[in-house]
């Protein structure tokens, strides 16, 4: 695997060997993905988002077992279980955590007093300010690309991430729409220090998502995504009936409530975990389009680098 030049703060701070992470996904990250992406030098980080917590202190267990490099956690912060799930985690002696879903000010007290490494996931330079007023070490800034949970700004990674490098000094990580090393070297170019890769990571051998999800994602295209429920908790889902459902509910005016009940019926497990493609809830982002296979994360980390490394030394001779 190609090495990089020298270490910048991001990788420092995380003690990794490359600037990438990969984000956390609910359903999707557990502990063989973590281990994998650490033990290829990027930072894992195991999703609380779906996990009892339970589950979520066995994965971490896993995880040690599986790597002897860092890894983190991701803990989504509008649960139920969060402030269960934050103690579980710092019972197990993680330092490293990636908050998301909320003001990162509900978590970061117990966190830094226990010596822990805190960087926030925003999606507008506002809120990338408040991760910095509020003590976090790093930000994620996520763009409107991304697979997942997002802002209602439909801001893109191309504008988000020089916006927050100009109104920030800690490290920005850039996340959306991120799969290859070409698009890696885009994004350290506007500034970022590290990118948070979350689609790509989900459809590898590792990723705990169905077969039949990963296949969707494979034969899907870039178009084949869509940010829906803005007007409750916006969502990127790849196009399906499940999808359809959502969108007449909300072209009915359906108010919160209503889209809960829709969401909160087991649709994102059943769609990501189970292989219910018509019916499940399934999460990615446009690079959709660019994924075409389903590899293990070694032999993408060494692809990923290797474009890195060879679009740098490209563009430097021209
Ligand atoms: C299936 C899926 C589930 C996700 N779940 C979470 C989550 O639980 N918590 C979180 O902070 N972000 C979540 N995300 C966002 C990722 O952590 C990451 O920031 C995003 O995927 C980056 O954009 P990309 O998909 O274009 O790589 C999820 C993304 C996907 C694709």
């Keep these: 695997m190609t090495k990089p030049r020298k270490k910048n703060r991001l990788c420092s701070l995380l003690g990794i060997e490359h600037p990438i992470v990969q984000g956390g996904m609910i359903y999707n990250s557990g502990a063989k993905l973590a281990a994998a992406v650490s033990n290829a030098g990027g930072l894992g980080l195991i999703g609380a988002g779906s996990m009892r917590p339970e589950l979520f202190g066995e994965q971490i267990r896993k995880a040690r077992g599986l ?47 226990a010596g822990c490494v805190v960087v926030h996931v925003a999606a507008s330079r506002e809120l990338a300010i408040k991760c910095e ?16 949970h997002n802002g209602r700004d439909e801001i893109t990674t191309m504008v988000l991430v020089p916006e927050c490098v100009q109104a920030v000094s800690i490290p920005v990580i850039a996340a959306g729409g991120i799969a290859t090393g070409e698009q890696m070297v ?97 999460e990615i982002g446009q690079v959709a389009g660019l994924i075409d296979d389903i590899p293990e994360v070694a032999e993408l980390m060494t692809r990923l680098l290797d474009q890195y490394h060879s679009t740098l030394t490209r563009l430097c001779r021209e």
């Design 186 to 282: 885009a994004a350290m170019a506007l500034g970022a220090e590290a990118v948070q890769i979350g689609s790509r990571f989900a459809v590898t051998v590792e990723g705990s998502g169905h077969a039949k999800f990963k296949d969707a994602v494979v034969a899907a295209g870039a178009g084949d995504t869509q940010l829906v429920m803005k007007a409750h908790v916006p969502v990127r889902l790849l196009k399906n009936e499940f999808r359809d459902q959502v969108m007449a509910l909300e072209n009915q005016g359906a108010d919160r409530e209503e889209l809960a009940d829709l969401l909160g019926s087991g649709r994102a497990r059943a769609g990501m975990l189970e292989g219910d493609l018509d019916q499940g809830e399934l």
């Design 133 to 148: 007023d509020a003590g976090c070490d790093a930000v994620v800034v996520e763009g409107f690309e991304a697979g997942g």
């Design 67 to 113: 790597t002897e490099n860092p890894i983190g956690v991701n803990l989504p912060l509008l649960y139920a279980n969060s402030r269960e799930c934050l103690e579980v985690a710092l019972a197990e002696g993680v330092k490293i955590f990636f908050t998301s879903a909320g003001s990162p000010k509900r978590a970061i007290g117990p966190l830094k007093k």
